[in-house]
C-alpha cells in the first residue's frame, strides 16, 4: 500500500520533542509510573512483582479485558481485542474495505481515520462541520451521504479538532443511521469521559448497535499515552476474530509491561479522568478570558468535550506561515490546520497540559507585540 504522509504527526514530529511550549496537545498531561502504581491492588501489585517478560495472547489478556469490559454494558473480554490504537484502526480499514467502496468520515479529522481507506481506493464523502456559531455536525446532513456503495461510517466523539459532542438524540440518530442501512459504524472514542460541564457523556457505539465498532485507549481521557494502549470493542465476535488474525501480521501481541499497568488504570478509571478534566475545563476558562481580550484575534467556539479546540484566526496570513513563525520566533508549537487538510485559516488549541496558563501568557504578548501592533 502506498499511503500519504501523516501530516499531523509529520509536524508534530518536527516540533514535538525540539520546541518549549506545546499550546495544540490533544493528549492530557502524562501520570508517572509511581502515581499509577499506587493505585494497584494487593493482587495487581503481585501480578507486577512476579511479571514475566514473554508474549502475551494475540487479543490481550483476560485480565486487561476485563478490566476494559467493566466500562460497558453489554460488551464482555470476548468482545474486546487490544491493540495500539492507530494499528486498531488500520486493521479494521483493512478487513472491512475493499477498492470502489464508500466511506462516509467526520471532516475535519484525524487523518488516520480516512487516509487508509482512500489508499486502499475508497471514495471519501466527509461528513462536514458547521458552525452555528459553535461546530455543528447535523445527523440529518450524515443521511444524504450514504449510497448503495457506503460500507463504512467513521465517527469521533468527543470530536479532535473541534470538541463537538451530539445531544443524545442525535447520536440515537447517527446509529439508527448506520442500522437502517446495514452499514459499520466505526466510533472513535478516544476522548471517552472528557465531556464537560453538564454535557452528557454518550454510550458506546458497540452498547447500541451490533455493528458498531468503538475504540478506545489509555491516551487521552487517561493521560497515559505511553502505554500505547488501545482497544478495539464490538458484539460482532467474527468480525474481532479476524481483526485478532490480522494483528499477527503486525504486532502480534503487546507488552505484558502494558497490559497489567492498563488494567490498574482501568481499575481506577477516576483517579486518572476526573483530574484530567478539572485541568481541561479551568484551562478553557482561562482562554475564554484570553478570547474575551483578544476578540480581534480569533474566534472560540467552544468544545463540549474532549481536549481540543478549533479556532478561527482572524489575521491574514495563513495557519501554517503564522505557526511557522511562532514556533521559530517563541518556541511554542501549534497546530495549523493546512495539516488537517482543512483551509488554512485555523489552529488547534489543546488544554490538557498543566503549564497551559504560562505557555498561553507568552503567547499572548507575542500576538500583541508582534502582530497587532505590526499587522501584515
Known amino acids: 500500500m502506498k499511503i500519504k504522509d501523516f501530516a499531523i504527526e509529520r509536524y508534530f514530529a518536527k516540533y514535538e520533542f525540539e520546541t518549549e511550549y506545546l499550546l495544540s496537545c490533544s493528549d492530557c498531561d502524562g501520570f508517572s509510573m509511581e502515581y499509577l502504581l499506587s493505585l494497584a491492588?494487593?493482587?495487581?501489585?503481585?501480578?507486577?512483582?512476579?511479571?514475566?517478560?514473554?508474549?502475551?495472547?494475540?487479543?490481550?489478556?483476560?485480565l486487561l479485558r476485563d478490566a476494559i469490559a467493566r466500562h460497558y454494558h453489554t460488551i464482555g473480554h470476548d468482545n474486546i481485542v487490544v491493540s495500539s490504537p492507530g494499528e486498531a484502526n488500520f486493521i479494521l480499514m483493512n478487513l472491512l474495505l475493499e477498492k470502489g467502496d464508500n466511506v462516509v468520515c467526520m471532516a475535519p479529522a484525524y487523518q488516520s481515520l480516512y487516509q487508509v481507506a482512500e489508499s486502499i481506493g475508497c471514495s471519501i464523502s466527509f461528513w462536514e462541520a458547521e458552525k452555528c456559531p459553535d461546530w455543528y455536525y447535523d445527523p440529518e446532513k450524515l443521511k444524504e451521504l450514504i449510497t448503495p456503495e457506503t460500507k463504512l461510517i467513521i465517527v469521533n466523539f468527543p470530536h479532535n479538532p473541534t470538541g463537538f459532542v451530539p445531544e443524545k438524540t442525535e447520536w440515537e440518530m447517527i446509529v439508527e443511521t448506520a442500522g437502517k442501512n446495514g452499514v459499520v459504524l466505526f466510533s472513535d472514542e478516544m476522548y471517552r469521559g472528557l465531556a464537560h460541564g453538564h454535557a452528557e457523556e454518550i454510550t458506546p457505539a458497540c452498547d447500541l448497535y451490533e455493528n458498531g465498532v468503538s475504540l478506545w485507549g489509555m491516551s487521552k481521557s487517561f493521560g497515559l499515552a505511553g502505554l500505547r494502549t488501545g482497544w478495539?470493542?464490538?458484539?460482532?465476535?467474527?468480525?474481532?476474530?479476524?481483526?485478532?488474525?490480522?494483528?499477527?501480521?503486525?504486532?502480534?501481541?503487546?507488552?505484558?509491561?502494558?497490559?497489567?499497568?492498563?488494567?490498574?488504570?482501568?481499575?481506577?478509571?477516576?483517579?486518572?479522568?476526573?483530574?484530567?478534566?478539572?485541568?481541561?475545563?479551568?484551562?478553557?476558562?482561562?482562554?475564554?478570558?484570553?478570547?474575551?481580550?483578544?476578540?480581534?484575534?480569533?474566534?472560540?467556539?467552544?468544545?463540549?468535550?474532549?481536549?481540543?479546540?478549533?479556532?478561527?484566526?482572524?489575521?491574514?496570513?495563513?495557519?501554517?506561515?503564522?505557526?511557522?513563525?511562532?514556533?521559530r520566533e517563541t518556541g511554542i508549537m501549534v497546530l495549523p490546520s493546512e495539516t488537517f487538510n482543512y483551509g488554512n485559516k485555523h489552529i488547534r488549541i489543546g488544554f490538557g497540559r498543566e503549564n497551559f496558563p504560562e505557555v498561553l501568557d507568552k503567547f499572548e504578548k507575542y500576538i500583541r507585540g508582534k502582530i497587532r501592533q505590526h499587522p501584515e
Not at 43 to 50: A, I, Q, V
Not at 277 to 303: S, Y
Request: hydrophobic share 35%; charged share 25%.
Open 41 to 62: 491492588s494487593p493482587g495487581e501489585k503481585r501480578y507486577w512483582n512476579n511479571l514475566k517478560l514473554g508474549y502475551t495472547d494475540t487479543k490481550g489478556s483476560k
Open 232 to 327: 478495539l470493542a464490538c458484539p460482532n465476535t467474527k468480525l474481532l476474530n479476524e481483526v485478532e488474525a490480522f494483528k499477527d501480521y503486525l504486532s502480534i501481541c503487546g507488552s505484558p509491561l502494558n497490559e497489567i499497568l492498563s488494567a490498574i488504570a482501568l481499575n481506577n478509571s477516576k483517579k486518572f479522568i476526573t483530574p484530567n478534566l478539572e485541568k481541561i475545563e479551568r484551562n478553557i476558562q482561562i482562554f475564554r478570558q484570553f478570547h474575551q481580550r483578544n476578540r480581534w484575534f480569533c474566534d472560540f467556539p467552544e468544545p463540549v468535550g474532549g481536549s481540543t479546540s478549533f479556532v478561527r484566526i482572524l489575521i491574514k496570513e495563513p495557519a501554517m506561515e503564522f505557526a511557522e513563525k511562532l514556533v
